[in-house]
């Protein structure tokens, strides 16, 4: 079993920046691909970035390319996500995810089988 646990999410004015961070227990955490997704008001919960274990492949959603970072530090069983150049459409709750089974750095939701409870990230105009 692993358990995840989101934090640094908040409030920023637009052009700003945000680092996440996701904490999570279980010896095997170094072994997993992880992902962060997030959920908007009134849609469906999306894909962010994703991790392989090694920290390479990475895998990023085309809307947050170019501004958003994900990275781990198998160490500190953490997980982490650079924002910058944030927009108002980039608020949503964030989650954190890890998957058991899948390799390299899927954008599925299907494929992970641990989640976090979320961050919310606030981005005014």
């Known amino acids: 079993q692993v358990q995840l646990v989101e934090s640094g999410g908040g409030l920023v004015q637009a052009g700003g920046s945000l680092r996440l961070s996701c904490a999570a227990s279980?010896?095997?955490?170094?072994?997993?691909?992880m992902g962060w997704f997030r959920q908007a008001p009134g849609r469906e919960r999306e894909f962010v970035a994703s991790i392989n274990w090694s920290g390479v492949p990475t895998n990023y959603a085309d809307s947050v390319k170019g501004r958003f970072t994900i990275s781990r530090d198998n160490a500190k069983n953490s997980v982490y996500l650079q924002m910058n150049s944030l927009n108002p459409s980039d608020t949503a709750v964030y989650y954190c995810?890890?998957?058991?089974?899948?390799?390299?750095?899927?954008?599925?939701?299907?494929?992970?089988?641990?989640w976090g409870q979320g961050t919310q990230v606030t981005v005014s105009s």
């Open positions: 995810a890890a998957s058991r089974l899948w390799v390299g750095a899927p954008s599925s939701q299907q494929v992970y089988d641990y």
């Open positions: 279980g010896r095997t955490f170094s072994s997993y691909p």
